[in-house]
């Protein structure tokens, strides 16, 4: 059927119609990212934290429940310590086997996972986080939780929360600086999800990750938490928590107790976190090699001792009630500490949240039976000092006194602890640092790695923003020979920069040409001659010029000062890129840094 001249108008008209709208929703797009530049894009931040809290919350609960499924089809329990003889060594053995041939099937590169992993890629490639290694943590995570492993789900939980919360930032085409807080909210809202523990989520996510604390990334991180905690109570009706254990401190005599209590934890902490590097650095064997080596040391260390397998969190509780004698609290202390070093450095692909808080419960209860032995007063409380130690371990291993204090609080519910659990933890990370040098077992990590972090107060306040938030978008691009008449209708636009096209970037101010064309209309009136239409050559005339390079609109301003620095450049041409061309939206000099620096 011959369509109408009326049917082929109407589809002409719809065509027009809908290219307008798409150019509407390009340009709102546009303007969106354009405000996420700037420091104060409070309100579009608090969007994109529900958004990422929801995605990672949901990726965590899937997690978690990929690790359970299988355990309870397979054994009809999730707890190790009911395993036979056989399966706990065969679990941990063969489950690490399995990891170290998943690994060693993919390059170097993809290996990195867990906390160390999301720092190196939030401070060193501004947030952006490779999907390839998202996978191999969700994979080799759940692995290592189904096979036993002496590590955490917290450290996979992590990992896996930020970069959800990154590949949304990507797909979204965000600036860096945004990225930044996008990664925060992911990882609160991951340990939220966790351990429904909100709070500590959202300074865990601002103290070990993001390293600073600002109000545009608190609200958002907040929001995402909220997120997190509600998702997972919403699927899972039972989570961990320590309410149970009635805590208090028996008398003041106990403070100098306690704080010697927090030297002991220094010493399992600096032995955990040796270990850990020690094994890290054996570059020698093969990683299948050292996992393989990693499970089979947890599989012989289970036969006896199975309740160093998995989180452990049973244990917690035995070692509140008094369950557990000294001399197994002290070779759990011990077998916990072996079999946890040696699985994270070995690269099992876990956390090392749930260990800490497994070795410091044991250590705190062996000191609670030793106070109650020798205490003045004659009684200590056992489930107080388990905290206790749970806290000071935790804050000693990463370096994070107060997400410990939080996470503890909000597990037990108990305000009587935060007034003993300061002054050892206090004690704790000062001797960590002192005897062993370290600032937390992931940024120790790092600098073994060479990917130390330079996290200074400079970095801290320049990434927050864009480059679109202080580019000066009065540029105009022309050649180095522009007539007159051009030049004089080029300067009526009022740009503030020249892009010389044809001169390798080089850019000038605006005000040298259009003083030079005053000068020559001046010149020429007097010589009573007309403005002679002569090519002016921009690269002739007295002016400043100045060498430059092309920065990416979604860099932040830290990547900009970076630039500055190695690139021997002495401006940067903001450039977007689309489907169709590279367009340029913007200059930058040393002097716009200064201005939003000073």
């Known amino acids: ?97 399995l990891i170290g041939l998943l690994l060693q099937s993919l390059k170097p590169s993809k290996h990195q996972v867990s906390v160390p992993h999301v720092l190196a890629r939030l401070h060193q490639f501004q947030g952006r986080m490779p999907l390839s290694n998202i996978v191999v943590q969700f994979v080799a995570g759940a692995m290592s939780q189904i096979s036993g492993q002496s590590l955490g789900r917290e450290g996979p ?197 749930g260990p800490t808080l497994v070795i410091g419960a044991c250590l705190g209860a062996a000191l609670g039976q030793l106070g109650a032995l020798y205490s003045p007063t004659g009684s200590a409380s056992v489930e107080l000092y388990v905290l206790l130690g749970m806290t000071a371990m935790m804050a000693a291993v990463l370096n994070a006194p107060l997400a410990a204090l939080l996470a503890v609080f909000e597990l037990s519910q108990n305000p009587n602890l935060i007034f003993p659990a300061m002054l050892m933890i206090v004690v704790a990370c000062v001797f960590t640092r002192m005897w062993f040098c370290r600032d937390g077992i992931f940024l120790a990590q790092l600098r073994v790695q060479g990917q130390a972090i330079d996290n200074n107060p400079s970095q801290q306040i320049l990434s927050r923003a864009g480059v679109r938030s202080v580019m000066n978008t009065q540029c105009k691009q022309c050649n180095s020979l522009i007539a007159p008449s051009e030049a004089q209708s080029l300067l009526k636009q009022k740009p503030v920069w020249l892009i010389l096209r044809d001169s390798e970037n080089l850019i000038m101010p605006a005000a040298d040409l259009s003083r030079y064309i005053d000068e020559q209309s001046s010149r020429d009136d007097k010589e009573e001659n007309g403005l002679v239409e002569e090519a002016i050559d921009l690269m002739a005339i007295p002016a400043k010029r100045l060498q430059s390079k092309t920065i990416d609109q979604s860099s932040n301003l830290y990547e900009a000062k970076t630039y500055f620095f190695k690139a021997d450049t002495e401006a940067l041409i903001v450039t977007k890129h689309s489907r169709r061309q590279t367009s340029t939206i913007g200059i930058i000099t040393p002097e716009d840094l200064d201005k939003f620096y000073g």
């Open 157 to 353: 939980a992590v990992h896996l929360g930020a970069g959800i919360a990154s590949q949304l930032g990507q797909w979204l085409k965000l600036p860096n600086n945004s990225l930044r807080i996008l990664v925060g909210c992911g990882v609160a809202s991951a340990i939220s999800a966790s351990f429904d523990t909100p709070i500590a989520g959202v300074i865990f996510a601002m103290e070990v990750v993001l390293m600073e604390y600002s109000i545009t990334g608190f609200i958002p991180v907040i929001l995402a938490s909220v997120v997190g905690t509600t998702i997972s109570k919403a699927v899972f009706e039972q989570s961990l928590n320590f309410d149970s254990l009635d805590s208090r401190l028996e008398s003041l005599w106990e403070m100098p107790f306690i704080a010697l209590g927090g030297i002991l934890v220094a010493l399992a902490a600096g032995a955990l976190i040796h270990l850990h590097l020690w094994v890290l650095n054996v570059n020698r064997l093969p990683i299948v090699v050292k996992a393989s080596i990693a499970g089979l040391v947890t599989g012989l260390i289970a036969i006896w001792l199975p309740a160093i397998m998995g989180n452990g969190y049973d244990t917690i509780l035995s070692s509140s009630r008094g369950e557990l004698g000294l001399a197994l609290l002290l070779a759990l202390v011990a077998a916990k500490i072996a079999a946890t070093g040696i699985a994270s450095g070995s690269g099992l692909c876990g956390g090392l949240i």
């Open 1 to 97: 059927m011959r369509s109408t001249p009326k049917s082929s108008k109407n589809r002409a008209h719809a065509r027009k119609h809908a290219a307008s709208v798409m150019d509407k929703i390009a340009f709102g797009v546009d303007n969106f990212r354009h405000s996420l530049a700037h420091i104060d894009a409070l309100p579009q931040m608090t969007i994109l934290g529900l958004l990422s809290g929801v995605l990672a919350a949901g990726l965590i609960v899937l997690f978690r429940l990929v690790i359970d499924t299988p355990l309870g089809y397979i054994f009809h329990t999730t707890d190790f310590e009911s395993l036979s003889t056989f399966w706990r060594f065969t679990l941990p053995f063969g489950g690490a086997i």
